[in-house]
C-alpha cells in the first residue's frame, strides 16, 4: 500500500469514526427515553450514510455522486416510517424518524469532510438540544399535568382499542402509552392506558365516557 492510499484510508476510518460519536450522540437521548429506534439504529444509520458517500466519493462521476446520496436520503425515510405507529387519532414515533433522517444527513456531511464535517457538529449539537431541552420547554409550556393510569376490561371485536383511544385522547388527555392483554375470560381483553392529565375534572367525563360503551365491562382510575 503506497503512502497516498494509507493516508487516504486512515482519513475515511476517522470519518467513519465521527459518524459513530455523533449517532451515538442523539442515540443516547433517543435511547433515554426508549424510542423505537435507539443507540444501536442511530450508530448505524449515521455510519453507513458516511460509508455510501465516501464510496460514491470514491468511485462516483458527475452526477453519480449526489445520487447516491439522494438515494440515502429517501432510503432513510422507509427506516423511519416504521418507527411511526398511529391507533386512531394518536401518532407516535414521528420526531424519532426525524431523528433519524437528521443522523442520515449528519453522516453524508462527515463524509465530505472539510466545513461540512464542522457543519455535522454543530447539527449534532443542535439536534441533541432540540431533543433533550425542547422537551423539558415543551412539557413546561403545556403547564402542569400529571400522568394517570386507566385501567379497562372490554369484550373483544375488532377495532376497539381504536375505540378506546379516540374516546380518551382529547388536549386534556392525552394518550401516553398503552398496553393490552387477555382477561382470562374468553373474548375479554383488559387494557393499561396511561394518560397526560392537563385537568382533574375530566377524570370523571371520561369515566362516563367509556362506562356508556355496552361493550365495556369495567373501568377504574389506578
Request: proline share 3%; aromatic share 4%.
Amino acid at each position: 500500500m503506497d503512502p497516498s492510499s494509507y493516508h487516504s484510508l486512515q482519513g475515511m476510518a476517522l470519518k467513519l469514526l465521527a459518524a459513530l460519536i455523533l449517532g451515538a450522540l442523539i442515540g443516547i437521548e433517543r435511547e433515554r427515553h426508549d424510542r423505537p429506534a435507539g443507540l444501536r439504529t442511530h450508530i448505524l444509520v449515521c455510519l453507513a450514510s458516511t460509508l455510501l458517500t465516501l464510496i460514491s466519493e470514491s468511485y462516483g462521476t458527475g452526477g453519480e455522486r449526489s445520487r447516491i446520496s439522494a438515494q440515502i436520503v429517501s432510503g432513510i425515510g422507509f427506516l423511519g416510517a416504521g418507527t411511526i405507529m398511529r391507533h386512531g387519532n394518536v401518532v407516535r414515533g414521528l420526531t424519532t424518524a426525524a431523528s433519524l433522517w437528521a443522523v442520515a444527513g449528519i453522516g453524508i456531511a462527515v463524509a465530505r469532510g472539510g466545513v461540512f464535517l464542522a457543519l455535522a457538529v454543530v447539527a449534532t449539537a443542535l439536534s441533541y438540544l432540540t431533543l433533550a431541552l425542547l422537551n423539558r420547554l415543551e412539557t413546561r409550556l403545556k403547564g402542569r399535568r400529571r400522568e394517570q393510569e386507566l385501567m379497562l376490561q372490554y369484550q373483544t371485536q375488532p377495532g376497539r382499542m381504536d375505540e378506546l383511544l379516540q374516546t380518551v385522547d382529547s388536549p386534556d388527555s392525552r394518550v401516553l402509552s398503552y398496553r393490552r392483554e387477555s382477561a382470562g375470560v374468553p373474548s375479554v381483553e383488559q387494557a393499561s392506558i396511561s394518560l397526560e392529565m392537563g385537568n382533574p375534572a375530566r377524570r370523571k367525563d371520561l369515566l362516563h365516557a367509556l362506562s356508556r360503551l355496552d361493550w365495556v365491562l369495567q373501568v377504574e382510575w389506578m
